[in-house]
């Protein structure tokens, strides 16, 4: 599912008519995928599945914030059977960042005298959750509809001047960055850097 849709796209970017919408929607696919890959999270919400490992006692969730917990289940064995599920008892959620907290111990024990580290047991515990649909924060949507138009205007101009990298064709002077830069516009990183997932 698109972060937005193609109609509210050729609002935000005053383009009237449909000649151009397979383009447009195309372009949709690439701001997708590269706005989920730059913040690290999914804004369409939905049912996640992620596998993290068992060393610690936080678990951080890629999406938040989070609406709900359907399980967590630990394995060292990574086959997650039915009785490998923790109960709700042992976890605290913090549902805004997406954090969920072993109220004791750590998900997979280790002994005392062993600090075997957070990222121990790679992929021994696994999460199932929801995050809202339809909740996409306005600036990001902004920074959606910003990243097609760049990437638009990219490829109306390249069409215009028969795919070459000019700066004038006729009487038509061209933009640098509309004719040949490819650098994602720095108003569309400002807006999505508040919503990108914190290293920890």
């Not at 959750?129 to 902004?142: E, F, H, I, K, L």
Request: with cysteine; hydrophobic share 45%; proline share 5%.
């Amino acid at each position: 599912m698109a972060i937005e849709t193609l109609s509210n796209v050729k609002v935000a970017l005053a383009v009237i008519g449909s000649a151009d919408d397979a383009l447009l929607a195309q372009l949709q696919l690439a701001a997708d995928s590269y706005i989920e890959m730059i913040c690290g999270r999914s804004f369409n919400g939905g049912t996640f599945i992620e596998d993290h490992p068992g060393g610690g006692h936080l678990l951080f969730l890629n999406n938040y914030p989070v609406t709900g917990i359907s399980s967590v289940k630990v394995d060292v064995t990574r086959l997650f059977p039915a009785d490998s599920l923790l109960p709700a008892a042992r976890i605290l959620l913090h549902a805004e960042r997406g954090v969920i907290q072993l109220l004791e111990d750590t998900f997979i024990p280790t002994l005392v005298d062993r600090n075997v580290g957070a990222d121990a047991f790679p992929g021994a515990v696994r999460v199932v959750y929801t995050t809202a649909t339809g909740m996409v924060p306005a600036a990001v949507s902004r920074a959606y509809a910003d990243l097609v138009g760049h990437w638009y205007r990219q490829a109306k101009t390249h069409a215009a001047t028969g795919q070459l990298n000019i700066g004038q064709s006729g009487d038509t002077t061209y933009a640098w960055g509309q004719s040949n830069g490819f650098k994602i516009p720095e108003g569309v990183l400002a807006l999505l850097r508040p919503f990108r997932t914190p290293v920890v």
